[in-house]
Each structure stands twice: as structure tokens, then as C-alpha cells.
């Protein structure tokens, strides 16, 4: 009963800026929101996460200083602002939530959304 909804992706330049944006609808009880990619024969790693509960955002060092995640606890919706991107940025972007971050970072949240696919240009 719970679905996250990925939206915002797309086809940019090196050096572009892109926003994506996840909302969850359903009956949800998250705490913690936050992004994972997956690049073309690698494995899902993560990008970054909120908590409701406070604490600062959590990025993955690769990301950090040019991506920036937030989030309306209101409204159950996240959003991640991608500045400088680079090839290697290149994936499929996926929406998570799970109680925590630390559960959240663990890998296996207890939601997924479908995804969005990001191609940097170079």
C-alpha cells in the first residue's frame, strides 16, 4: 500500500544541473528518505538520505558538495539537487525509505521506488 513515485530524470550535459524529486503515497510510516543509483554493470550504491526525526543529510563522499537532498515531511516527498553532474554520475536513480538512515544505508529498505534513469553527456 505504500509506492514511491521517481520523477525528473532525464538526458543532460556535463557540468548541467537536474533535480529529481520522489513522493510517496500510501499510509506511511518512514522516518528515513533518501536516493540510490545503479550504474550500467555495477551495483545499486547510495547517494544520500534525510531523516525526519533531524540530524544532518547523509551524502556518499562521490556526491557530496554538488548534490543536495530534502524533503517536506508533510508531504512524504524528497527531493535531490544534482549540481556539476559528471559521466560517472550516470545511473538509475531510486527513491527509498526505512525507519532510520543507518537502515536506510544498510542497503535493504523497506521500500523501493521504480526509478529514473540520469545519462550525463560528456
Known amino acids: 500500500q505504500v509506492q514511491l513515485v521517481e520523477s525528473g530524470g532525464g538526458l543532460v550535459q556535463a557540468g548541467d544541473s537536474l533535480t529529481l524529486s520522489c513522493a510517496a503515497s500510501?499510509?506511511?510510516?518512514?522516518?528515513?528518505m533518501g536516493w540510490f543509483r545503479q550504474a550500467p554493470g555495477k551495483e545499486r550504491e547510495f547517494v544520500a538520505a534525510?531523516?525526519?526525526?533531524?540530524?544532518?543529510?547523509d551524502y556518499a563522499d562521490s556526491v557530496k558538495g554538488r548534490f543536495t537532498i530534502s524533503g517536506d515531511n508533510a508531504q512524504n516527498t524528497v527531493s535531490l539537487q544534482m549540481n556539476s553532474l559528471k559521466p560517472e554520475d550516470t545511473g538509475v536513480y531510486y527513491c527509498?525509505?526505512?525507519?532510520?538512515?543507518?537502515?536506510?544505508?544498510?542497503?535493504?529498505?523497506?521500500?523501493w521506488g521504480q526509478g529514473t534513469q540520469v545519462t550525463v553527456s560528456s
Open positions: 500510501g499510509t506511511f510510516n518512514s522516518y528515513a
Open positions: 534525510i531523516s525526519w526525526s533531524g540530524g544532518s543529510p
Open positions: 527509498a525509505a526505512d525507519l532510520t538512515v543507518v537502515l536506510l544505508r544498510a542497503g535493504r529498505p523497506d521500500y
